[in-house]
């Protein structure tokens, strides 16, 4: 029997505003003491009234927008009900019936093929509190963390269209890359604010078997992800095979071992039950609201890709690479227009140096290189002011202190020789002081120049003029022979 896979996610995404769902309490608490940014409503004390966090349906509106999906003029708020220590009411205020947005869509892949995964839903709920879990003296005991309990947090919900891992990962990806570009969510899965579970199935591709869904949980990366998706894919086709009942469960991933492991039999939706929460009244999105949000949509990642491709000559890959954060996709276009419409070099710069010192510095955001400094050092090594390598270096400086190019070129004295009369007398220097290069060019080692370039480029401190530098030194070399 042939089987095909069947794959549904639901991803939550914490909403990025100031404050808390329904209450004032901040949100940035990631650096502060456990139960500080807490109040009564967020602690779910008796006879408190929550109030509507007006940006966080905005921003979960702006999402369904960008999802292509409808959004219903009337939505409303439901109790979900179930007893968890880290849900301080006892019950979640969320959506079900009425959530935010309905039937989307996104679609994702490149170089000619493309994958289409419909939008169930995005509905608006409040994040849950958090556990911490111990070993003291006594044994194993776990914390509550009230912090993060009321953070407006989206769910969006696929439908079930993927048929891979893979596809599933790759719907993650341009998932969070859209509510980045949009400043939905940060999406930093290492924080908590992009979190996933996965619905797997399988299914026979004759019909005559379907097989229950099962809900992976505690997963924590891309990669997590995909291997817990392909364990999972293979532990029920095995089970199949070997006449084992499957049954529709929550599992838990464990990343160290490589399992995922039965937690619970899976919840329905009776066993929630939802009902409309009494103190909120349903809420009414005029059409002239989502049409002013529409408007302001900014330009989404797959847009800006095929623009990119398009209007500045890109590859695919390029394009994907530097359209990958709006942050670097913006830097390059300001960059382009600095220079003058060099896309080429500024692709190069973008994705060479500035990559490299994002992955050492901490992130693109990080680099103290402006635009306009780059594009100045662009300028100067076009107009042989300074080479390539020197360049380089000034970047690295220019990054560590914020100074101008042209300010670190001058002082430095790193400006490009290309006197040929100077260059000859290093040059000559050079080859005096290296008898065993010379000799293993004169034998027919042509790669000994290379060599020699570097010491006259070593002596000149980098600002020697290559093309100058290679001549002088063939020019001498050829006088030897």
């Given at each position: 029997?042939e089987?095909?896979?069947?794959?549904?996610?639901?991803?939550?995404?914490?909403?990025?505003?100031?404050?808390?769902?329904?209450?004032?309490c901040?949100?940035?608490?990631?650096?502060?003491?456990?139960?500080?940014?807490?109040?009564?409503?967020?602690?779910?004390?008796?006879?408190?009234?929550?109030?509507?966090?007006?940006?966080?349906?905005?921003?979960?509106?702006?999402?369904?927008?960008a999802?292509?999906?409808?959004?219903?003029?009337?939505n409303?708020?439901?109790?979900?009900?179930?007893?968890?220590?880290?849900?301080?009411?006892?019950?979640?205020?969320?959506?079900?019936?009425l959530?935010?947005?309905?039937?989307?869509?996104?679609?994702?892949?490149g170089?000619?093929?493309?994958?289409?995964?419909?939008?169930?839903?995005?509905?608006?709920?409040?994040?849950?509190?958090?556990?911490?879990?111990?070993?003291?003296?006594?044994?194993?005991?776990?914390?509550?963390?009230?912090?993060?309990?009321?953070?407006?947090?989206?769910e969006?919900?696929?439908?079930?269209d993927?048929?891979?891992?893979?596809?599933?990962r790759?719907?993650?990806?341009?998932?969070?890359r859209?509510l980045r570009?949009?400043?939905?969510?940060?999406?930093?899965?290492?924080?908590?604010?992009?979190r996933?579970?996965?619905?797997?199935?399988?299914?026979?591709?004759?019909?005559?078997?379907?097989?229950?869904?099962?809900?992976?949980?505690?997963?924590?990366?891309?990669?997590?992800?995909?291997r817990?998706?392909?364990?999972?894919e293979?532990?029920?086709?095995?089970?199949?095979?070997?006449?084992?009942?499957?049954?529709?469960?929550?599992?838990?991933?464990?990343?160290?071992?490589?399992?995922t492991?039965?937690?619970?039999?899976?919840?329905?939706?009776?066993?929630?039950?939802?009902?409309?929460?009494?103190?909120?009244?349903?809420?009414?999105?005029?059409?002239?609201?989502v049409?002013?949000?529409?408007?302001?949509?900014?330009?989404?990642?797959?847009?800006?890709?095929?623009?990119?491709?398009?209007?500045?000559?890109?590859?695919?890959?390029?394009?994907?690479?530097?359209?990958?954060?709006?942050?670097?996709?913006?830097?390059?276009e300001?960059?382009?227009?600095?220079?003058?419409?060099?896309?080429?070099?500024?692709?190069?710069w973008?994705?060479g140096?500035?990559?490299a010192?994002?992955?050492?510095?901490g992130?693109f955001?990080?680099?103290?290189?402006?635009?306009?400094?780059?594009?100045?050092?662009?300028?100067?090594?076009?107009?042989?002011?300074?080479?390539?390598?020197?360049?380089?270096?000034?970047?690295?400086?220019?990054?560590e202190?914020?100074?101008?190019?042209?300010?670190?070129?001058?002082?430095?004295?790193?400006?490009?020789?290309?006197?040929?009369?100077?260059?000859?007398?290093?040059?000559?220097?050079?080859?005096?002081?290296?008898?065993?290069?010379?000799?293993?060019?004169?034998?027919?080692?042509?790669?000994?120049?290379g060599?020699?370039?570097?010491?006259?480029?070593q002596?000149?401190?980098?600002?020697?003029?290559?093309?100058?530098v290679?001549?002088?030194l063939?020019?001498?070399?050829?006088?030897?022979?």
């Amino acid at each position: 029997m042939e089987f095909e896979t069947v794959i549904g996610l639901e991803v939550h995404a914490q909403v990025l505003t100031r404050t808390k769902m329904f209450c004032g309490c901040t949100t940035e608490s990631a650096n502060l003491p456990p139960n500080s940014a807490v109040c009564p409503v967020c602690l779910g004390m008796p006879g408190v009234l929550p109030t509507v966090n007006r940006a966080a349906v905005e921003k979960t509106v702006m999402t369904g927008l960008a999802l292509d999906c409808e959004v219903p003029r009337f939505n409303r708020f439901d109790r979900k009900n179930y007893i968890y220590p880290d849900l301080m009411k006892g019950y979640q205020i969320s959506q079900y019936e009425l959530p935010m947005a309905v039937r989307g869509e996104l679609t994702f892949g490149g170089n000619g093929s493309s994958k289409r995964v419909g939008i169930t839903r995005v509905h608006l709920e409040e994040d849950t509190a958090r556990l911490l879990h111990r070993v003291g003296p006594d044994g194993e005991y776990s914390l509550v963390d009230v912090n993060r309990g009321g953070i407006p947090l989206m769910e969006i919900v696929s439908d079930p269209d993927m048929r891979s891992p893979d596809e599933a990962r790759q719907y993650l990806i341009e998932l969070r890359r859209i509510l980045r570009y949009i400043g939905a969510s940060s999406g930093n899965m290492e924080e908590g604010a992009f979190r996933c579970d996965a619905n797997v199935s399988i299914r026979s591709t004759d019909g005559s078997f379907v097989g229950p869904k099962v809900e992976i949980k505690n997963m924590n990366s891309f990669r997590a992800v995909e291997r817990a998706l392909v364990y999972e894919e293979q532990r029920q086709r095995e089970a199949v095979a070997a006449n084992q009942r499957l049954v529709q469960e929550t599992r838990g991933w464990v990343e160290e071992q490589g399992v995922t492991v039965s937690q619970r039999e899976k919840e329905y939706a009776d066993d929630y039950r939802y009902f409309p929460e009494p103190d909120l009244p349903p809420l009414e999105l005029e059409d002239a609201w989502v049409g002013e949000i529409r408007g302001r949509m900014p330009e989404l990642p797959a847009a800006r890709r095929e623009r990119f491709e398009a209007e500045l000559g890109l590859s695919d890959a390029e394009a994907a690479l530097l359209t990958e954060e709006p942050q670097v996709a913006d830097y390059y276009e300001r960059l382009v227009s600095l220079t003058g419409g060099n896309v080429r070099e500024s692709a190069n710069w973008v994705s060479g140096e500035l990559f490299a010192l994002a992955r050492s510095g901490g992130g693109f955001e990080q680099i103290n290189v402006a635009p306009e400094q780059l594009a100045d050092l662009i300028e100067m090594v076009g107009a042989g002011e300074i080479n390539l390598r020197t360049a380089k270096g000034v970047l690295a400086q220019v990054a560590e202190t914020g100074r101008a190019p042209r300010e670190i070129v001058a002082d430095q004295g790193l400006a490009q020789v290309s006197d040929e009369s100077m260059v000859q007398a290093v040059v000559a220097d050079v080859v005096a002081a290296n008898p065993q290069a010379v000799a293993d060019f004169k034998g027919g080692k042509r790669s000994a120049i290379g060599f020699l370039i570097g010491q006259v480029m070593q002596r000149m401190r980098g600002t020697g003029n290559p093309e100058i530098v290679r001549r002088a030194l063939e020019h001498a070399l050829d006088e030897q022979t």
